[in-house]
């Protein structure tokens, strides 16, 4: 089942994305597929079209990649070596993923907010003075037992449990949920009167990750400053 998931990771990518890049200024290793559960370890089901942004500024693009959610890596597929590589971290400051359907990803490289030293890249929903970022992160769960297409019993599936921070150089980092109460908890009680002004005004309703990032750009190029204060995450 392993060996059949890895060929499916590869064959998708390899007539999908002219090479006009060069690929010997990618290091890497051969990307090892992951063992099958329910669920799904990468932030995308499909490659997607993209560019990443070396340490050195370059940007390298007409990319195939895809986002492990699973262990924070990128993986890109490599025409020449006919091979799925995951990128070396420490090469890259960032990446861009365009989907099929138009939409588009970026990411950036940052320290982790509970460990400086641990680098992890999140996704930027909306830079500004206060950014608003999302780490992508998957983990494997327990759950009830069930069977593969292949008849072998699992009790572990692939989780998202996205986590979503205001950002600022500053003030650092803020967990926050993309919901209407997580919003007006960053508000003091004056303040919350003017938020909840301002987006009746705008004819903003938060319902979602996308109306929750709308919001907050909106907000903070009308000057609304969050105080900071973390959620359980």
């Not at 990518?13 to 992951?34: D, H, L, V």
């Not at 320290?111 to 950014?131: A, M, V």
């Not at 990750?209 to 919001?215: K, L, N, P």
């Not at 907000?219 to 609304?224: E, H, I, P, S, V």
Request: aromatic letters at 16%.
């Amino acid at each position: 089942m392993v060996a059949i998931f890895g060929i499916v990771l590869q064959s998708g990518a390899q007539n999908s994305i002219p090479a006009k890049w060069n690929s010997e200024k990618i290091r890497g290793e051969r990307f090892k597929p992951y063992v099958y559960y329910d669920g799904e370890a990468f932030y995308t089901t499909e490659w997607c079209s993209g560019s990443i942004t070396l340490s050195s500024g370059e940007v390298l693009d007409s990319l195939s990649m895809k986002y492990s959610s699973f262990e924070d890596d990128l993986i890109y597929f490599n025409n020449v070596l006919n091979a799925s590589i995951k990128i070396d971290k420490e090469q890259l400051n960032g990446f861009t993923m365009i989907e099929k359907n138009g939409t588009k990803h970026l990411f950036r490289k940052q320290p982790s907010p509970r460990n400086p030293e641990k680098i992890l890249f999140f996704e930027e929903l909306y830079k500004g003075e206060t950014d608003l970022l999302c780490y992508r992160r998957v983990e494997l769960t327990t759950t009830s037992p069930y069977f593969t297409a292949g008849g072998i019993q699992k009790n572990q599936k692939y989780t998202p449990t996205y986590i979503y921070y205001f950002y600022n150089p500053q003030k650092g980092f803020c967990t926050v949920r993309p919901k209407r109460a997580s919003l007006f908890a960053q508000f003091g009680k004056e303040e919350k009167k003017q938020v909840r002004k301002h987006l009746r005004k705008e004819h903003i309703v938060i319902i979602d990750e996308t109306s929750f990032s709308y919001a907050w750009a909106s907000l903070d190029k009308a000057g609304f400053v969050p105080l900071f204060r973390s959620e359980e995450e």
